[in-house]
């Protein structure tokens, strides 16, 4: 009997998990869009992303910040992704062939913003900054965390990413 009342505190921090999770859901889709710049991916980086948080809730320290550890989770997947499709060849003759023959419908085709394709133009570094700080509402001091930088380090790639960002989009002085 006395294991009972342990059960419903063992399931408390879970259950404020899963609810953090759920609320987290549409800024954390922003950001992973904001990373991978289609939409397909953003999703599997989500998925992912969630997948790994959950499967880790017993190492969150309660009370600590839940989004930030969500987003480093997020953040070290897509770079772990990047670094494994660096290696990887992207097209066989075969594979290239399947999708050349498949063509596109112009309602599959994605069509990006200037902000988005202008966003994709920035070294990572600076569209990553410029996504936590400034899309996803993370301080220079948490995003600087989650990147593993000082934040000074995070302070300059916000303000040479938005001054990247505002002469690719013709706005410059």
Known sequence: MGEEPDKPD??????????????????????ARGLCGRSDKADDL???A???AWSSAASFVPGSNLRAWVFTIARNHFLNELRRASREVQFDDGH????????????EAMRLTDVER??????EERREALLLVGAS???????A???????????????RGRAQLATLLGESD
């Open 50 to 52: 969630v997948l790994r």
């Open 137 to 143: 509402g993370f301080s220079y001091d948490e995003a």
């Open 46 to 48: 989500v998925q992912e």
């Open 96 to 107: 290239a062939e399947t999708l050349a023959a498949m063509g596109t419908e112009p309602d």
């Open 10 to 31: 063992a399931s408390a921090p879970t259950q404020q998990i899963r609810d953090g999770l759920i609320a987290l859901l549409p800024h954390l889709r922003a950001f």
């Open 118 to 123: 202008a966003l994709a133009r920035l070294p």
């Open 145 to 159: 965390r989650i990147c593993g930088v000082a934040a000074g380090t995070m302070k300059s790639r916000v303000s």
